[in-house]
């Protein structure tokens, strides 16, 4: 087994996104592209030699390949021992767990979220610190500095390492232990959840299905749900992780699990719907007759979670990331909390959380999570509606109504423009920024703008700056609408509207979402000429 220094030419293309670097599997397959950026990582780090480094993923296709050169490089330069999931899994919140759990440095995430797997589909590989949350951005601007100059990488002239086997084995002077990846994850589950009241709530016949999208929250769905909460066996559906999801798009949204939302929407239909994504971070929330905005999810769940042993004492305060509803700040009003604003990216939560500012964190796409773990968590999510459902012993539309008759209603969609030409959606963006100093005071029909700005977030804890996080436009009424590009698509442009409009406790809360936010999708286009300049008619996603 010899060390070896292999020479190598940069990429230009190595820029982390929202989210670690997410490309195109074939993107990925060019030579060295894993092990420069892999290189890249461990270049703009100090101090790990002889630590331990977790590595895991959401099993997709290049998960395995990718997963063998990662531990190669790792052991090549210095790491002491390498932690990994049994068979390369680990779900994100897991990983983000194991980090914590057994002190390690950090850790390498092998995933692309809820974007496609398969050849054809995406791969990504995100840093994370060791305080389990990805790194933030002074660690990934400098990684994407090294990937330009980069010129060798180190790696060990070794077989595959046997991850099908839960031990301990050596490679050169490092240690691989192979753990199983779902143990610890759900013995931090147990402490923070009444358990025994959600088996009674099994028990007294409360039904659910948890979609596990072919990802890797099904082996973590299955123990947990059906396991240890005694769930009927079949509760959890495409429970087995497959490297292309099946061929189905692991995003736990309306459109991809349209089936289960019609199911819902059913007097047959379970009592409770949940899924996960492609990493398990993400989480979809339905009760019979009732879709949950993960914006109110956050609202909600940061209001009842006394109700679950692990935040009994009351939770310190919530964060939301920009584009959010504004659905929790009426809560952490009234609960005389610390609430936060962030720029779209967990990484903007991790200062607060070890801050002990905030508990609960939550984004409008589709996470939710606390300070037990520095990812979203999706199981966590579905764990804590399922202790508040016990404890509460109402319907999720039943809660949710009386959510809103306290604290007035905030209707929320986001539009998704995918896969818009990058020049386009670049110069769209570009025009409405420079346009936004003229924009305060304009009548829009009816509607006068109190505000127009490009998002800049200051953090309280380290005092850096964010600029150009988002373009907001805020009317007198308390409407708002959100304008930003994806940081996470993988080709050509996607951006995305959020449109938001407040109804007080007393209002209207009947009313369908996207009539209710009809005239601020005609603003919107009359601004930006969104449709007008993309050519599309419509957007390819609304969630
Ligand atoms: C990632 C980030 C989230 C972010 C989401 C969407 O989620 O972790 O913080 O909200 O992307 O980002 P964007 O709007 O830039 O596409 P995930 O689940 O993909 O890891």
Known sequence: MTLQTIKTTPYADQKPGTSGLRKRVTVYQQPNYVENYIQAIFDS???????????????????????????????????????????????????????????????????????????????GIKYNIGNGGPAP???????????KVIDSYKTLDTPDIDLGKIGTQQIGDMVVEVIDPVTDYAALMETLFDFDAIRALFKSGFTMTFDAMNAVTGPYAKAIIEGILGAPAGTVINGVPSPSFNDGHPDPN??????????????????????????????????????????????????????APGYKGGIAGIARSMPTSAAADRVAEKLGIEMHETPTGWKFFGNLL???????????????????????????????????LAVRKQGVDEIVREHWATYGRNYYTRHDYEEVDSAIANALVDDLRGRLSSLPGQVIDGLEIAYADDFTYHDPVDGSTSAKQGIR?????????????????????????????????????NLDTQEALAPLISIIEKLAGIQKRTGRNEPSVIT
């Open 45 to 123: 780090l100090e101090g790990f030699a002889g630590q331990t480094l977790v590595i895991g993923g959401d099993g997709r296709y290049y998960n395995d390949v990718a997963i063998q050169k990662a531990i190669r490089i790792a052991a090549a330069n210095g790491f002491g021992k390498v932690l990994v999931g049994q068979g390369g899994l680990l779900s994100t919140p897991a990983a983000s767990h194991v980090i914590r759990h057994y002190k390690a440095f950090g850790g390498l995430v092998l995933s692309a979220s809820h974007n496609p797997g398969g050849p054809e589909g995406d791969f």
């Open 254 to 307: 309306l459109v991809y699990c349209k089936d289960m939302y019609d199911l819902l929407m059913t007097p047959e239909g379970p009592d409770f719907g949940a899924a996960s994504d492609g990493d398990g971070d993400r989480n979809l929330i339905i009760g019979k007759n009732r879709f949950v905005t993960p914006s109110d999810s956050l609202a909600l769940l940061a209001a009842n979670a006394h109700l």
């Open 354 to 388: 070890d801050a002990g500012r905030v508990t609960i964190c939550g984004e409008e796409s589709a996470g939710t999570g606390s300070d037990h773990v520095r990812e979203k968590d999706g199981l966590w999510a579905v764990l804590l509606w399922l202790n508040i």
């Open 473 to 509: 436009i805020g009317f007198k009424d308390g409407s708002r609408i959100v304008l930003r590009l994806s940081g996470t698509g993988t080709v050509g442009a996607t951006l995305r509207v959020y449109l938001e409009r407040y109804e007080p406790a007393d209002g209207q809360h």
């Open 137 to 147: 951005e002074k660690i990934t601007d400098a990684v994407f500095d090294r990937t």
